[in-house]
């Protein structure tokens, strides 16, 4: 039997003396993932299709707008997606005010490697035994006039050249590199993922300081570069 997703204490909550917090009604408490989006913690788990990158880009508003200050914890364990749908969260983390750390905690392939690079400038980091992937651009078989063909074959040319010029100006690698590296799928380790420019550091990033009694946990990031 499953046991479900846990509840915690609100932001607000929390903060107040355990022996209140004993009389607080059932509405206090909320889901975890809530809990961590309150502290500007957001995670991309599974495909970017066009669902999830509405949520995470609503989150990115809904959050930047509450706070303009605070800074943005995004871990990334995705296979990758649709290329639109991903084109969108790297556009809205590229236009908040706030500093976004982009964070591979698993495997960041095809767009998700895109939204990876997306990060504010060295607060890109890969965990030690995740795993990155860049390829080109697909498109699956289908049937239509040849007009029609003609059309998404130019589309499809035009969105992978701006795929790569948005790499290059990430990753501060050259055109032809990046664009031979994507004709195949190109898997690489932390190491190589920060030699080709896609990451900035290769370590944990801890969130939390070893709490204390004196300790509000807010996320102040420390890293333990290998």
């Excluded at 500007?40 to 066009?50: H, M, N, S, T, V």
């Excluded at 589309?155 to 990046?178: D, G, K, N, P």
Aim: aromatic share 10%; glycine share 6%; net charge negative.
């Amino acid at each position: 039997m499953p046991i479900g997703v846990p509840k915690v204490f609100d932001l607000v909550t929390e903060t107040k003396p355990e022996e209140e917090r004993d009389s607080l009604s059932p509405d206090s408490w909320v889901d975890v993932y809530d809990r961590l989006y309150q502290e500007r913690l957001l995670f991309l788990g599974k495909e970017a299709d066009p669902e999830t990158s509405n949520q995470v880009m609503g989150l990115f508003i809904a959050l930047s707008l509450e706070d303009p200050i605070k800074q943005f914890f995004l871990f990334i364990n995705s296979p990758g997606g649709a290329l639109i749908s991903g084109v969108g969260i790297f556009d809205t983390m590229r236009g908040l005010p706030q500093d976004v750390h982009t964070i591979c905690v698993g495997l960041a392939a095809s767009i998700a490697s895109f939204i990876l690079a997306g990060g504010s400038d060295y607060k890109r980091i890969a965990y030690p035994h995740s795993r990155v992937m860049i390829h080109q651009p697909a498109s699956s078989f289908f049937e239509s006039p040849l007009g029609e063909f003609i059309v998404e074959s130019n589309e499809l040319l035009r969105m992978r050249e701006m795929l790569v010029r948005a790499y290059q100006c990430r990753t501060h690698q050259s055109f032809w590199a990046i664009s031979e590296d994507m004709e195949r799928d190109v898997f690489l380790s932390p190491k190589e993922a920060q030699t080709h420019g896609l990451v900035d550091l290769v370590g944990f990033a801890t969130l939390f300081p070893k709490p204390n009694l004196n300790t509000n946990l807010n996320p102040n990031i420390f890293l333990d570069l290998n």
